[in-house]
C-alpha cells in the first residue's frame, strides 16, 4: 500500500509570497494533520481535517489555512511568508483521526 | 496543558551498548501514547503504539513500555543503523472526544557508534 505523498518535497520562497503545499493520504484514510516541524520548537499541530471539515486547530496565525476535497487530499497555504516559516511541513493520515497517524515525508519550505 | 518531555536530548552508544530512553507526559487523560523513529530529511516513522499503563510492545531491536507518567524506549544491542531521532507523542482525551492532534516531545537524537 503507498504512504503519504507530499509535493513539492522542496520550496525557496521570497517574503511576502505565499505558498501552497500538497499531501495526498494513504488509501483509506480519511482524517489528514498537518505539522510544523523547526529545530527549536520541534513538531507543532497545525491542524487537522475528516471529511473535508476542520475538525481541530492549532495555534499559528491565520496566514496558515488548509482545506481537504472529497478524496481525502490535502492542501495547506501560508500567505504572506515570513523568515520565521522555513520549516519542514509533515502531513500525516490516519483512518478516522483517533488512531495511528502515518507520516508523509515533508515539505522543506525555505523562506528568504 | 498537555506535555511531553523526552530525555536524554542526545544519546551516543557504542554498537552493542544496550540503552533506554524516557518520555515522560503529563495529560488529563491518555488515548495513545506513540513512539516515531525519524532520520534527517525525513518524516516520522510509525513504531509502536501504547494504550495503556502495563503495556509493551516489541519489535526487532526495540522494546516500548508505559506507566502512567512515563514510557520507556529500550534498544538492546544497538546497531549503527539504529542512529536517528525518536520522537514520542501523546494524544490526549478530550471532552466530546474531539481532539484529534498529537502532542510531541522534543526528541532524543540517537548515535550509535561501530
Known amino acids: 500500500k503507498a504512504g503519504v505523498t507530499q509535493t513539492p518535497r522542496y520550496l525557496i520562497k521570497t517574503r511576502g509570497q505565499q505558498v501552497t503545499l500538497s499531501c495526498s493520504p494513504i488509501?483509506?484514510?480519511?482524517?489528514v494533520s498537518w505539522y510544523q516541524q523547526t529545530p527549536g520548537q520541534g513538531l507543532q499541530f497545525l491542524f487537522e481535517?475528516?471529511?473535508?471539515?476542520?475538525?481541530n486547530k492549532g495555534n499559528f496565525p491565520g496566514r496558515f489555512s488548509g482545506r481537504q476535497f472529497s478524496n481525502s487530499r490535502s492542501e495547506m497555504n501560508v500567505s504572506t511568508l515570513e523568515l520565521g516559516d522555513s520549516a519542514l511541513y509533515l502531513c500525516?493520515?490516519?483512518?478516522?483521526?483517533?488512531?495511528?497517524?502515518?507520516f508523509g515525508p515533508g515539505t522543506r519550505l525555505t523562506v528568504l | 496543558e498537555d506535555q511531553v518531555t523526552q530525555s536524554p536530548e542526545a544519546l551516543r552508544l557504542q554498537e552493542g551498548e544496550s540503552s533506554s530512553l524516557n518520555c515522560s507526559y503529563t495529560?488529563?487523560?491518555?488515548?495513545?501514547l506513540f513512539w516515531y523513529r525519524q532520520d534527517p530529511g525525513k518524516g516520522p516513522e510509525f513504531l509502536f503504539t501504547?494504550?495503556?499503563a502495563g503495556e509493551e510492545k516489541e519489535k526487532e531491536r526495540l522494546k516500548a513500555t508505559l506507566t502512567k507518567k512515563e514510557s520507556f524506549l529500550h534498544i538492546t544491542a544497538p546497531k549503527p543503523e539504529d542512529s536517528a531521532t525518536y520522537l514520542c507523542?501523546?494524544?490526549?482525551?478530550?471532552?466530546?472526544?474531539?481532539?484529534?492532534?498529537?502532542?510531541f516531545g522534543k526528541g532524543t537524537l540517537l548515535t550509535v557508534n561501530p
Open positions: 500525516a493520515s490516519s483512518r478516522m483521526g483517533a488512531d495511528t497517524q502515518y
Open positions: 488509501s483509506g484514510h480519511r482524517s
Open positions: 481535517y475528516f471529511s473535508e471539515t476542520q475538525r
Open positions: 495529560v488529563s487523560g491518555l488515548r495513545g
Open positions: 501504547l494504550y495503556s
Open positions: 507523542a501523546v494524544h490526549p482525551y478530550a471532552e466530546g472526544g474531539s481532539n484529534y492532534k498529537l502532542t
